[in-house]
C-alpha cells in the first residue's frame, strides 16, 4: 500500500475545512479532543477522505477499508472497575501486500458519557474513522508488535491501570485498541486499524438491573416426499462443532449454572433425532403397541418406497456424519436445558401471524403437538410465541392463550417501550432490538465480546431510568458465536442481575392500548399466504387417510402432520413456493401409496330379482396390511352393501360378496370406490353397469296360470274318465 508522503499537506488543508462541520454532525459522545497535533492531523485525513460518503443508517455495519485489521477477542472486566486494570487481548491481521513494522497497539477512550439508549444507537452507525476518543499511551498500556507479513495476523496484550483511564461520570463509554505501524515507505500519522466496542461505568450502587437472555433454536426443516428431511449435509454442518446449532448450544452451555432462557422449536430436536436414526422415510410398518407415541425401526421393506440399489460409500459416511454431530447434539443440547427455562414455541415454528389470518386451526394443533414437557427427556417447557423479527399482528397475540408467553420486538410498540405490556387480553414481554445488534464495529458486529459489550451497556443505561426496567435481549436466530469462552463470566457484574423471561416478566407492567401495536406493512407483505396453508391442510388429511387404511400403523399420520406444520414456518417466507411445492409432493407422494389399494368389479352383473349378490376384489399393493370399504356409487337408486371392513393382507388380494338392491328397471351404472373407514377415497375404483330385469311378478302369473291350466286339465281328464267309467259300468248292467 503506497502512501505518498507529497499528498499529506493537501489532504490536511481539505481536513481543516470539513473538520468543524463534521465535528458538528457527529453525536455528541464523539465531539472531536484534541489528542496531539500529528495524531489530530493524522485523523483529519482519514476524516476528509470519508467526509463524501453517506453516513450509515442506525444499526447498519459502517464500511471500513484499512490495512491493518484489529480485533478485540477478550475485555476483562466488562465494564470500568472502580480499581484495577481492564485487560484487552486480540490480534491484528495484516491485509496489505506490504510488510508493516513497528506496530503498536493503543487502546483508547472517549472522554464523555453516553447516558441514553438512543445515544448508544446513534453511536454503533458511527463512521469506523470518525474520531470518537482519545488514545492512552502511557509506558506500559501499549503493546508493540515487531513485524506483520502480509495476510499475517499477530497477537497483542494491553493491560490499562484505572489511573490511566481519565473517567469518572456514569454512562457508557468509547473503548477500542488503535494500530499504528509502518510500511517501506514510512509511517502516516493517525490509526492504520481499529477495533472499537462500548464499556459501562456505573456509580457504586447496591442495585441491579434484571436482564434475561434468550437463546432461539429454530432451523428450516425441509424434507423429501418419502418423509425422510432433506439437506443432510447441511444439516451436518450445522450439527457439528463450529455449526450454527451448536455453536449456539455450546454457547447457552457455558452460562453453567447461570438463569438462562431458550426459545425452542421442538420440531428442531425431533428432526435432530430421526437425523441421527439414520433419517429413513416415514415408516408404515407396524406400531409398537407398548408404547402408542414410538414406532418399530423402519427396515427397507417397512418404508413405503423401496430401495434403488445399495447406498454409495460417499453415502454411507455422509449417514455416518449425521448420525455423530445429532447425537453428540442431542446430548449437548439435553445438558444445556436441564436446569434452564425453556419456552415451546409452536411445533415447526409456525408462522403465527400467517395462521392468525388463513388458518388458525392450524395454529392450534401446532400448540397442542409442541404440550409442556420436551420428550423423551420430560423436560418443562412453558408455551410461547415470537417471531424472529420480533413482530407479531394483532391477530396472532389474541391466538395465544393469556397465560401463553408472548415476546415482541420494543419497534413494535410506540414511543417508550415498556419490558412487560399489558395489552388488551395479554401480556407481552419486549425486547431490546439494539442490544441484540451488538457493537459498533469496524470489526463484526455480533463477535461475543462486541454483543456482550452492548447487552452490558444497555443494562447500565437502564440502570440510570427510574424504576430500572428489565433488560430483555433476544439474540439472534441466526447468530453463530464465535467464542464462548469469557462471555457469562463477563456478566458476573455487581449491578446486572442475571434472570429467565419469566423472572423479568414478573413485574405488574405498563397498560399498552392495542393501537400502541405497530404491525408493519412489510411485515403482513411477508406473511405466508393461504396457499401455503391449503397444502399444509391437504398434507395433514393424506397423512390420516393413510394412517386409517394401516391395519396396525397409529402414528403416521402424526409424522406427515409434523412435516406439514414445517411447511408453514416462518423460515418457509424465505422460499414460500418451494415450501409448499415440498407439501405438494409429499401429498402426492401418499396418495400414490393409497391408489396401489385397488379395486376391481366383474365386467357386469345381471339381477334376476329385486336383489342379487356380486364379488368384487380388492387388492393391496402395500407392503403391510390394510383395513379399507368399498363405497359405491349409481347413476339410478340402488343399494349396494358389503361388509364394514375389509382386511387384506400384504401385497395380497381379497374377494368381497356385495348385496345389490333395487325397485327400478334397466341398467344402472355402478362405481365402486376403495375407502378408507371414514369413507374418504383411496383413489382407485372401478365400473360396471347393474341389470335389473324385474320380472317376478309376471313370472309367478305365468307359472300360477300354468299351474291353473295344469290342474284344471288334469281334473278334466279325471271327470272324463270317472264318466266314462260310469258310463261303461252302465252299458255293462245293461247287457247283463
Not at 91 to 108: C, G, M
Not at 315 to 328: E, L, M, P
Request: aromatic share 4%; glycine share 8%.
Amino acid at each position: 500500500m503506497v502512501r505518498p508522503a507529497s499528498l499529506l499537506p493537501a489532504l490536511v488543508a481539505a481536513a481543516a475545512a470539513l473538520t468543524g462541520p463534521l465535528a458538528l454532525a457527529g453525536p455528541a459522545c464523539a465531539l472531536p479532543v484534541p489528542e496531539t497535533s500529528s495524531i489530530a492531523a493524522g485523523s483529519a485525513v482519514r476524516t476528509a477522505l470519508h467526509a463524501a460518503a453517506p453516513r450509515p443508517r442506525a444499526g447498519a455495519a459502517p464500511r471500513y477499508d484499512a490495512p491493518l485489521d484489529v480485533s478485540i477477542d477478550t475485555l476483562t472486566p466488562a465494564y470500568v472497575p472502580r480499581r484495577g486494570p481492564i485487560r484487552v487481548t486480540g490480534s491484528v491481521t495484516n491485509n496489505s501486500d506490504e510488510v508493516w513494522t513497528d506496530v503498536r497497539a493503543y487502546s483508547f477512550i472517549s472522554s464523555t458519557p453516553m447516558t441514553s439508549a438512543e445515544e448508544l444507537k446513534d453511536a454503533a452507525a458511527v463512521d469506523p474513522e470518525e474520531y470518537v476518543g482519545d488514545r492512552i499511551t502511557e509506558p506500559g498500556t501499549f503493546d508493540t508488535i515487531d513485524q506483520i507479513d502480509p495476510g499475517a495476523s499477530a497477537p497483542y496484550s494491553i493491560k490499562v491501570p484505572r489511573k490511566d483511564l481519565p473517567v469518572s461520570a456514569a454512562g457508557v463509554y468509547w473503548f477500542g485498541v488503535h494500530a499504528l505501524g509502518a510500511t517501506p515507505e514510512g509511517r502516516v500519522d493517525g490509526a492504520d486499524g481499529r477495533a472499537r466496542t462500548f464499556l459501562p461505568l456505573v456509580d457504586p450502587t447496591r442495585k441491579s438491573v434484571d436482564t434475561a437472555l434468550v437463546v432461539p433454536l429454530r432451523r428450516d426443516i425441509s424434507w423429501a416426499p418419502d418423509g425422510s428431511l432433506e439437506d443432510g449435509p447441511g444439516w451436518t454442518d450445522d450439527l457439528a462443532p463450529g455449526g450454527r446449532l451448536r455453536s449456539l448450544v455450546d454457547f447457552g452451555a457455558s452460562a453453567g449454572s447461570r438463569p438462562i432462557t431458550w426459545l425452542l422449536d421442538p420440531a428442531l430436536p425431533d428432526a435432530v433425532r430421526r437425523l441421527a436414526d439414520g433419517n429413513a422415510p416415514r415408516s408404515i410398518a407396524p406400531t409398537d403397541t407398548t408404547d402408542p407415541g414410538a414406532t418399530e425401526s423402519p427396515s427397507p421393506s417397512d418404508s413405503a418406497s423401496p430401495s434403488d440399489g445399495a447406498t454409495t460409500a460417499d453415502q454411507q459416511a455422509a449417514d455416518s456424519a449425521a448420525t455423530v454431530a445429532g447425537d453428540a447434539w442431542l446430548d449437548r443440547l439435553h445438558d444445556a436445558l436441564r436446569n434452564s427455562e425453556i419456552l415451546a414455541l409452536p411445533y415447526g415454528d409456525l408462522d403465527v401471524s400467517a395462521a392468525a389470518a388463513s388458518d388458525p386451526g392450524l395454529y392450534e394443533r401446532a400448540r397442542r403437538r409442541s404440550g409442556t414437557t420436551l420428550a423423551p427427556w420430560g423436560l418443562s417447557m412453558h408455551p410461547a410465541i415470537g417471531a424472529p423479527s420480533g413482530y407479531l399482528s394483532t391477530q396472532a397475540i389474541h391466538l395465544a392463550d393469556p397465560s401463553d408467553t408472548v415476546l415482541v420486538t420494543d419497534r413494535m410498540i410506540d414511543g417508550d417501550a415498556p419490558t412487560v405490556a399489558r395489552a388488551p387480553g395479554h401480556t407481552l414481554v419486549t425486547t431490546s432490538n439494539a442490544a441484540s445488534t451488538g457493537g459498533p464495529g469496524p470489526e463484526d458486529r455480533l463477535t461475543s465480546v462486541a454483543l456482550r459489550q452492548r447487552i452490558v451497556s444497555e443494562a447500565a443505561l437502564r440502570l440510570l431510568e427510574p424504576g430500572r426496567p428489565p433488560l430483555v435481549v433476544v439474540l439472534p436466530h441466526d447468530w453463530v458465536p464465535t467464542d464462548t469462552s469469557g462471555f457469562f463470566e463477563g456478566l458476573d457484574i455487581p449491578w446486572l442481575d442475571l434472570t429467565t423471561v419469566s423472572g423479568a416478566a414478573s413485574r405488574t407492567g405498563r397498560p399498552v392500548p392495542e393501537d400502541a401495536l405497530h404491525y408493519p406493512q412489510r411485515q403482513a407483505d411477508r406473511e405466508l399466504d393461504v396457499a401455503n396453508f391449503t397444502s399444509a391442510e391437504a398434507l395433514v388429511d393424506a397423512g390420516k387417510t393413510l394412517q386409517n387404511v394401516l391395519t396396525q400403523n397409529t402414528t403416521v399420520a402424526r409424522a406427515v402432520a409434523d412435516q406439514a406444520m414445517t411447511s408453514t414456518s416462518y423460515s418457509a417466507r424465505l422460499h414460500p413456493d418451494g415450501s409448499r411445492a415440498s407439501a405438494d409432493r409429499s401429498r402426492e407422494w401418499i396418495d400414490g401409496q393409497l391408489a396401489s389399494i385397488a379395486v376391481e368389479a366383474p365386467s357386469a352383473v345381471t339381477l334376476s330379482s329385486t336383489t342379487g349378490r356380486f364379488a368384487a376384489t380388492v387388492s393391496n399393493g402395500l407392503d403391510q396390511p390394510v383395513t379399507v370399504r368399498i363405497k359405491a356409487l349409481s347413476d339410478q337408486p340402488m343399494t349396494i352393501e358389503g361388509p364394514q371392513e375389509v382386511v387384506v393382507a400384504p401385497h395380497g388380494r381379497n374377494t368381497v360378496l356385495l348385496n345389490a338392491h333395487t325397485s327400478t328397471l334397466g341398467v344402472h351404472n355402478v362405481t365402486l370406490v376403495v375407502t378408507d373407514l371414514d369413507g374418504t377415497p383411496l383413489g382407485s375404483s372401478d365400473q360396471l353397469p347393474i341389470r335389473s330385469a324385474q320380472v317376478s311378478t309376471v313370472i309367478w302369473v305365468i307359472l300360477g296360470t300354468g299351474v291353473v291350466l295344469l290342474f284344471g286339465a288334469i281334473a278334466v281328464r279325471l271327470v272324463r274318465r270317472v264318466r266314462a267309467a260310469r258310463r261303461a259300468r252302465s252299458a255293462a248292467g245293461s247287457v247283463a
